[in-house]
């Protein structure tokens, strides 16, 4: 069974910094494009930030310069550094992947469950 796991997330002061952790597990063949997406309340989820397989990377306008993306692919591994922390950032931060469970097979978009970043003093 194919499973994304976050972690890191908790509250933390503006100007602060928290890193988010995405791990893989299960079946996999294959990770492609690897996403943080996140979902403030009463608003929609919307991309953060995006890193594929060969390390190209795409930040939404407001976070650029705050956030960086990265992953470990021998580790199955993506992380979201966020730093210089708003009140807006608040939302929970949910970790995408583009996956191939086999050669033969699709790729195949999977969800995590979301971790909560809660910025506030």
């Known amino acids: 069974q194919v499973q994304l796991v976050e972690s890191g997330g908790g509250l933390v002061q503006p100007g602060g910094s928290l890193r988010l952790s995405c791990a893989a597990s299960?079946?996999?063949?294959?990770?492609?494009?690897m996403t943080w997406y996140r979902q403030a309340p009463g608003k929609q989820r919307e991309l953060v930030a995006t890193?594929?397989?060969?390390?190209?990377?795409n930040y939404v306008d407001s976070v650029k310069g705050r956030f960086t993306i990265s992953r470990d692919n021998a580790k199955r591994m993506v992380y979201l550094q966020m730093n210089s922390l708003k009140p807006e950032d608040t939302a929970v931060y949910y970790c995408?992947?583009?996956?191939?469970?086999?050669?033969?097979?699709?790729?195949?978009?999977?969800w995590g469950q979301g971790t909560q970043v809660t910025v506030s003093s």
């Open positions: 995408y992947g583009d996956l191939q469970v086999s050669p033969v097979q699709s790729i195949v978009g999977y």
């Open positions: 299960g079946s996999i063949f294959t990770i492609y494009t």
């Open positions: 890193i594929s397989r060969g390390g190209t990377i």
